[in-house]
């Protein structure tokens, strides 16, 4: 039972456009989210996160929007640049001690 | 500050011989868990461990693997009597404490190949 859900297994976007990934999740107990990136024959690297007390974080370029009625979240990156090709994991975890649970990943294209 | 080290980055294994794959966290980190990737598929959990205790291990086959993470020294993963099924990439992650807000930092991964 996939307790994070990423349900685009590709997504292409023009260069200087918004790329808009999206995540649902199941499981209420969940108060801590992150997004991670990753390039080929690397390991994951953390991008951005957000407390479930939180509907918003931005970082620079980047920004996720927590909506927890639904159990969904969604990272913007804006505006896209060709670096930005990769694969994004979407990633929850509870709160004291407890693992971190990743969806399987949305492979973002950057089109020139 | 050297980030998660991971080795070795390749392994070729026979099948029914050992695998250890090793972590070393970054500095001060106490807190290790390991994942792992199938081709075409998301990371999944395999084990928690802090210092010398498994916190959880559920996601870890009960058969033919095994984690630990001494006082001194890396956390290894062994896996016993590999098949090929078992390969895969093995990454390890580690972070400053458990809680939720400190994020995870991840290793470059292990990547298994059984012959």
């Known amino acids: 039972d996939q307790q994070v859900k990423q349900n685009s297994p590709s997504l292409s976007v023009q260069e200087g456009r918004i790329s808009i990934l999206n995540c649902d999740y199941t499981n209420s107990m969940f108060d801590y989210f992150l997004w991670y990136k990753k390039y080929p024959a690397e390991g994951p690297t953390f991008l951005i996160s957000i407390s479930s007390i939180k509907d918003k974080n931005e970082d620079g370029r980047f920004t996720v929007f927590l909506n927890k009625s639904a159990k969904h979240l969604s990272l913007h990156i804006v505006p896209s640049q060709p670096g930005d090709s990769a694969v994004y994991f979407c990633?929850?975890?509870?709160?004291?001690?407890?693992?971190?649970?990743f969806g399987k990943g949305t492979r973002l294209h950057i089109l020139p | 500050n050297a980030g998660v080290m991971q080795n070795p980055r390749h392994l070729v294994r026979r099948r029914g011989q050992e695998a250890r794959l090793r972590c070393s966290p970054m500095?001060?980190?106490?807190?290790v868990y390991w994942y792992r990737q199938l081709p075409e598929e998301g990371l999944k959990f395999m084990v928690y461990?802090?210092?010398?205790?498994?916190?959880?291990e559920s996601g870890m086959p009960k058969e033919r693997f095994s984690a630990e993470f001494p006082k001194e020294g890396p956390s290894i993963l062994r896996i016993q009597q590999v098949v090929r099924g078992d390969s895969a990439a093995y990454f390890c992650?580690?972070?400053?404490?458990?809680?939720?807000?400190?994020?995870?930092?991840f290793g470059q991964g292990t990547r298994l190949t059984v012959v």
């Open positions: 461990l802090q210092k010398e205790n498994i916190i959880d």
């Open positions: 500095k001060g980190h106490s807190h």
């Open positions: 992650a580690s972070s400053l404490t458990g809680v939720a807000g400190a994020e995870a930092f």
């Open positions: 990633a929850a975890r509870g709160n004291r001690d407890d693992k971190i649970i």
